[in-house]
């Protein structure tokens, strides 16, 4: 099956401590983002890669850092810098050459830092 | 980068009463896409909507495009307790999407 994977569901760490949340799409999408949702809020750009070995930031990147050393995975650390890090983390891919800008979402990875 | 205001922000309907869901721009969008984001999922992608005017159905979901590109809307004729979730409108700019802060849809039986 083809999509986008991101583990763990579920992830609880201490203050202070870094954090990676995977991201891993099979669907050959060239674009890849990490978004922010808190209730209320919406979702909102941290980082987004058209390209391997390139990215750029979204609204929100403080505290936040990404690669993108292969075409399939866009992997995402929280730093002890993010000051309110307890959110849901969703990751999405796309097709850059396409006149649809649809982009497909992974199930999500829930952060509690306490 | 291009903001949207949706509105309302919540919504609680009894089953088999309509719903609306608006999404407003003070500046024109090039086109604007529509997510459903269910309670504990993902968002997924509904549709895109890019003429002027333009009108498109999904059994009972009426998408809806301004004349002035500037608002769209989103009807749910007799929602259904499947309706339950949370819709978001998103705008393109070059390669990122920015979205609206969503109407949650609340639907008793």
């Known amino acids: 099956d083809g999509g986008i994977t991101q583990s763990p569901k579920y992830l609880f760490r201490k203050e202070g401590q870094n954090v990676t949340l995977s991201c891993e799409q099979n669907l050959n999408h060239d674009a890849m983002y990490w978004y922010r949702q808190d209730p209320g809020q919406g979702l909102r750009l941290i980082y987004y890669?058209?390209?391997?070995?390139?990215?750029q930031k979204g609204d929100i990147a403080e505290g936040y850092s990404v690669s993108r050393e292969k075409k399939e995975s866009f992997p995402l650390t929280v730093t002890s810098a993010q000051k309110n890090p307890t959110a849901f983390y969703l990751c999405?891919?796309?097709?850059?050459?396409?006149?649809?800008?649809?982009?497909?979402f992974g199930p999500g990875t829930r952060l509690t830092v306490l | 980068g291009q903001q949207v205001m949706q509105i309302p922000q919540y919504q609680h309907v009894q089953e088999g009463e309509d719903f609306t869901t608006y999404c407003n721009s003070s500046t024109t969008l090039s086109n604007i896409q529509w997510y459903k984001q269910r309670p504990g999922g993902h968002p997924v992608f509904l549709i895109q909507l890019v003429k002027s005017g333009e009108v498109k159905k999904q059994k009972r979901l009426t998408f809806q495009f301004g004349e002035a590109k500037k608002n769209s809307s989103l009807h749910i004729t007799a929602t259904q307790t499947t309706d339950v979730g949370t819709y978001f409108c998103?705008?393109?700019?070059?390669?990122?999407?920015?979205f609206g802060k969503g109407t949650m849809l609340l639907v008793s039986p």
């Open positions: 999405a891919s796309k097709v850059m050459e396409s006149s649809y800008n649809e982009q497909f």
């Open positions: 890669s058209q390209i391997v070995n390139d990215f």
């Open positions: 998103a705008v393109s700019g070059y390669s990122t999407l920015t």
